[in-house]
C-alpha cells in the first residue's frame, strides 16, 4: 500500500499531537485543532473550541497528568481514510501513562476517532472522540 502525501500529512499531525502532549505543551496541542473544534473526552465531556481545548489541557499538563506520555500506535499505524480530498478520518489505537512510561498503564488504553480537515494548505483536527477500552462483559 502506498502512503499518498494527504494521508503522511494526516499521519504528521496526529504525530505533533503526541508530541505536544508528550512535552506537556498546552498551546502545541491546542493550535492542532480547528477553531471551532469539538474535543469529547472518554467521560463524555465535549471541550467546544480551540481555546477550550487548550485550556483544558493546560489545567491537565499542569496538574494530575504532569509528566504522563501518550503511548501507542496514534500517528504510524491509524487507520486514514478520506471522506473528500479535505477531510480525513483517522481511527487510532492508544492510551497513556500517568508516570511517563512508554508503555499503556492498565485501564488507559484507549480508542480515539479524529476528523480533519484541509483549509489554506493546512490539515487540522476538527474533531475528537476519545473511547477508553473496556471489557464488555464488565
Not at 30 to 41: S, W
Not at 80 to 105: C, H, I, K, Q, Y
Not at 110 to 132: C, H, M, P, Y
Amino acid at each position: 500500500m502506498t502512503t499518498t502525501t494527504a494521508e503522511a500529512d494526516v499521519r504528521a499531525v496526529l504525530g505533533r499531537l503526541v508530541q505536544a502532549w508528550n512535552a506537556g505543551d498546552a498551546t502545541a496541542y491546542g493550535r492542532l485543532f480547528t477553531e471551532d473544534a469539538d474535543y469529547v473526552t472518554f467521560f463524555g465531556t465535549n471541550f467546544p473550541g480551540r481555546e477550550a481545548i487548550e485550556n483544558s489541557h493546560r489545567a491537565l499538563f499542569e496538574g494530575p497528568l504532569k509528566g504522563s506520555k501518550l503511548t501507542g500506535r496514534l500517528g504510524a499505524a491509524a487507520k486514514v481514510r478520506f471522506v473528500r480530498p479535505d477531510v480525513a478520518v483517522a481511527v487510532a489505537g492508544g492510551g497513556s501513562s500517568l508516570t511517563g512510561a512508554e508503555t499503556t498503564d492498565e485501564g488507559r488504553e484507549s480508542t480515539v476517532s479524529f476528523v480533519l480537515v484541509k483549509a489554506d494548505g493546512e490539515w487540522l483536527i476538527t474533531a475528537f472522540q476519545n473511547t477508553r477500552v473496556s471489557d464488555p462483559r464488565g
